[in-house]
């Protein structure tokens, strides 16, 4: 029988599979299992630029305000973190601002600081 893993990377078109190895046969059922042990607030991070095609991601957010809206139904408090680009996103779908932290486009050093 297949396992959430499994469906999950059988249409993996970014080489993700490559990483399963390091991990638990059941990484999912892990991460799922340490979420109900541990309610509270959860941080979200999605939205990134791609200097390869001078734009945002586009799959990323929707997913993320999706998964967080999940959670939000369980209990959860979910804060976002994104970057300049996708945060129109989350005004438009009416996350609260003061559930999402734009997170600025530095250098190294300066990122590190935040």
């Known amino acids: 029988m297949p396992t959430i893993e499994d469906v ?19 990484y999912c059922t892990r991460a799922a299992h340490f979420m109900r042990e541990h309610p509270g607030r959860v941080i979200i991070a999605t939205g990134f630029y791609i200097l390869s095609t001078h734009a945002p991601e586009t799959d990323g957010p929707p997913g993320a305000i999706v998964l967080g809206r999940a959670l939000e139904s369980l209990g959860y408090l979910v804060n976002y973190v ?9 005004a438009a779908v009416e996350v609260s601002d003061s559930q999402v932290f734009t997170f600025p486009i530095v250098n190294l050093e300066e990122s590190r600081a935040q």
Do not use: E, M
């Open 8 to 26: 999950i990377l059988r249409r993996d078109k970014r080489g993700v599979t490559g990483l399963r190895h390091a991990l638990p046969r059941d």
């Open 82 to 90: 994104t970057d300049q680009y996708s945060r129109p996103l989350f």
